[in-house]
């Protein structure tokens, strides 16, 4: 379908990053932000390859349409951030400018992976007020990876690159590293055979299992380093941490660093339930290999223990995995009305 003609503004962070939103107007329903993982950008919402993208979907359904490029962005200038950084920073700012913009009171969101966990960070902390509901796509404050992604947190692999002066780590090609990335891509080939794309193995070392193949057709297949790009290694790190403590929890610097920071010398926990109170809905891959779909699980009998459980739901999608929820040929079928039916529950 013909999309409206996209509006790019430019929203400076209070610590000085330039973000950037593509505001599609497909109605007036929304204002809805979509916010995409790390190492990619808002394209994966938009892909080229598939007959109906999750844009597409939204305009189509009457929706005022939002696409935040955050800092984690491959379309930003690489950065080494903690989500803390970017919880504090991106999302409050980029929900101010879509209200001021607007003129509306509140604002819907639709958050995936790395995006998504650290818009819940912001949110747990008091920081978006003015979100009405959130549809949660594979995570949010609980964290249960598969156990290949165990064993790399656990022997702190980020850390050791780090120590060895790697800033970040790329599905793509890397013409700045190019003796880095053929040792990389030499080790990745090793190691899986799904298929003889160096792309798509260099993804399942950095972010295990993204998706089932059988769910992308042909040409997203081949056109994967498009959507895929650099991943910061602190961002890297700290969701490691996390995965280590099963939950969400601020960076640790250590606990002489912690301690000054923090007044104390573990970090603090971001499981606070009292600014969760709002309508959101958990969807998870059945096949999820980047995060198990137990995690979305452990955070919504959490909520719900806490809150009024009518706020919460909770669907597993079967036969998909973690990111062809939106990129799969047939997610508009068989995804995109799950997390559309959360923001129809919350008309302004
Ligand atoms: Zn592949």
Known sequence: MALPTPEVYTVKTPDGVDLRLTRYRGGNKGPAMLVHGAGVWSGMFMLPTIDEHFVDYSV???????????????????????????????????????????????????????????FFLALADGLLPDIRCVSCSQIALHYQPPKTTEVKCALHLGETLERMGVSYLSADEDPDHPDFQKAFTEIVNSLYHQCDSAVCHRITFMYGELYRHEQLNAATHQRLAEQFGKCNITTFCHL?????????????????ENQKRYGSPEPPSYLNPQHLALPITFISGALNQTFLPVSTELTYNWLCARNDPKLYRRHVVPNYGHIDGFMGFRANQDVYSLFLEQLENCPA
């Open 60 to 118: 189509k359904n009457g929706y005022d349409t939002w696409l935040l490029d955050w800092r984690a962005s491959i379309k930003l200038p690489l950065r080494q951030f903690t989500m803390d950084e970017a919880a504090a920073n991106d999302f409050p700012a980029a929900v101010r400018f879509i209200r001021d913009t607007t003129r509306a009171n509140s604002v819907q969101a639709v958050v995936h992976c790395a995006g998504s966990s650290t």
């Open 240 to 256: 490691a941490q996390m995965v280590r403590r099963g939950e969400a929890a601020k960076f640790d610097y250590g606990a002489a």
